[in-house]
């Protein structure tokens, strides 16, 4: 169809250099065609043109001072991208490559992710250019600080409400909520992802990569599969690989990778959770620190390795787990997992597989779990944050956890349902799409052109 074309044309002369946005919105718009087919309406109330401009960006200035004295600037952002459904909701990056192109993507991607959760929370997102690789703990309270100092006058727990991402952890959430509440004299449920002591729902931290796992299994069990004794390849190593990981433990399953971005260690014998937590969660160190406990680990660099994409991917395992970043998986990673018997791939993290191999995992029938799905978790616990702050209650361990499982239960059944009613019954991607745009869009015509 005509649209997709020229939607994607106007966006590279209108938002230039930003091909990861391109990524996510031509995504998004090659499943809906059959839908836009089907309800003129939307075409003519300019839905498309709509949601793929969001209502607003904010770009700021973030100076601080490091521990020599030297005044340092970086780039902040947040883009409030659609509020049809609730407030925006999203995650802050800090991360050298952030962009004003790489934050629109995530944003994108988070409308609809978040409309899948059947919660009432827009879609938004945010970050800076900023790297916390190597900086003291002093530097990083600093930066935060500074960044809450813009940041604290465009959100609000009904307005706009931040949590984490890569390189945002309780510890930063904690520097910038501390910021807020100085600035604001109001001890408000404006950031998710916050410590239990003071407003935290249990499970968030577990909540992305737990979620991931049980949408796994609501895939495994429609073959009548199970997690037990599966071989699982685990990327990244951050909040959202470590509690995968924890949880495939839990179900009998022994995951045999992780990464970060200098390298990634195969353990034929399972990756060892506890001390994966003391490098990552509680040292903030490198991955290459796992060898001085486990010689007969391996451990390739990124140096060592001579294609582009990831080295887990080249091993033997039954399902993936891509829980790094953006573009993580190529065509060529994707072949290999398929060559290699690989039939499960469920994406912990935001849009981890190029273009090219996602046709590749549709095309081949293995079964695939799109993240905006299959990582819904994280976001969805931050909801039920929210939902205890505002009412000032505190919900057991258990009681969230059971509620994270029913709402990735939930996820799964309306994507397959959505993909099945559209012809294409084991296409999640297209399911998904259709599920969570047709939320968003039908709140939108309710609305009015806003
Ligand atoms: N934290 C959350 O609740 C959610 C996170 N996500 C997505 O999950 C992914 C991981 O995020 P977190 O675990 O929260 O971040 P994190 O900062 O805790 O960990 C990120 C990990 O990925 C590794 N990494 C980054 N770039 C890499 C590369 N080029 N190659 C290999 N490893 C690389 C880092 O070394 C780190 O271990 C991101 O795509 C994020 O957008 C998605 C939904 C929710
Ligand atoms: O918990 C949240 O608000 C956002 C999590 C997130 O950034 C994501 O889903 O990608």
């Known amino acids: 169809m005509a649209f997709i074309k020229d939607t994607i044309e106007k ?3 209108t938002s230039p250099a930003q091909s990861e946005f391109y990524q996510a919105v031509e995504d998004v718009l090659e499943s809906i065609e059959p839908i836009i087919e089907e309800r003129p309406k939307y075409q003519k109330q300019g839905i498309i043109e709509r949601l793929v401009e969001p209502e607003r960006q904010i770009m700021f200035r973030v100076p601080w001072v490091d521990d020599e004295g030297n005044v340092q600037v970086n780039k902040g952002y947040r883009v409030e991208f659609n509020s049809a459904l609730g ?44 790297d916390p690789k190597g900086k003291s703990d002093a530097e990083i309270m600093r930066f935060c600080q ?46 998710t992802g916050k410590s239990h002591l003071w407003g935290g729902s249990y499970v968030r931290k577990q909540a992305t990569g737990y979620g991931a796992v049980y949408f796994a299994q609501c895939l495994l069990e429609d073959s009548n599969e199970t997690i037990e004794g599966k071989r699982c390849l685990v990327s990244g190593s951050g909040n959202v690989a470590i509690y995968a990981i924890e949880k495939l433990y839990e179900l009998g399953a022994k995951p045999v990778t992780c990464s970060d971005s200098s390298g990634t260690i195969y353990h034929e014998q399972g990756i060892d959770l506890d001390l994966l937590k003391r490098i ?41 787990f891509p829980c790094a970043t953006q573009n993580e998986l190529t065509d060529k990673d994707a072949q290999a997992l398929l060559e290699n018997g690989c039939r499960y791939i469920v994406e912990g993290a935001n849009m981890p597989s190029t273009q090219g191999a996602v046709d590749l995992f549709i095309e081949s029938g293995v079964g695939y779990g799109p ?60 399911g998904a799409n259709i599920a969570g745009f047709r939320k968003v869009a039908d709140a939108m015509l309710e609305q009015g052109v806003v």
């Open 280 to 320: 990552k969660e509680e040292n903030h160190g490198r991955l290459h620190e796992y060898l001085e406990t486990h010689e007969n680990a391996q451990y390739t660099s990124r140096e060592d390795y001579p294609d582009d994409g990831h080295c887990v991917w080249r091993y033997k395992g039954d399902i993936a």
């Open 87 to 130: 407030p925006y909701k999203g995650g802050l990056r800090f991360h050298p490559s952030v962009n004003a192109g790489i934050i629109k993507f995530l944003g994108f991607e988070q409308i609809f992710k978040n409309a899948l959760t059947g919660l009432p929370i827009g879609g938004g997102k945010g970050g800076a250019n900023f």
């Open 371 to 430: 993240g905006k799905a299959a990582n819904a978790g994280g976001v969805a616990t931050s909801q039920l944050e929210m939902a205890q702050n505002a009412s000032m209650l505190r919900w057991s361990f258990d009681e969230v956890d059971c509620k994270l499982q029913s709402i990735m239960r939930n996820i799964y059944r309306d994507s397959k349902r959505t993909a099945e009613e559209f012809n294409h019954p084991s296409n999640l991607v297209l």
């Open 146 to 191: 500074s960044f809450m100092t813009e940041l604290h006058r465009h959100i609000g727990p009904n307005t706009d409400v931040p949590a984490g991402d890569i390189g945002v952890g309780t510890r930063e959430i904690g520097y910038m909520f501390g910021q807020y509440k100085r600035l604001v004299n109001r001890f408000d449920g404006v950031l």
């Open 11 to 13: 966006l590279k002369q």
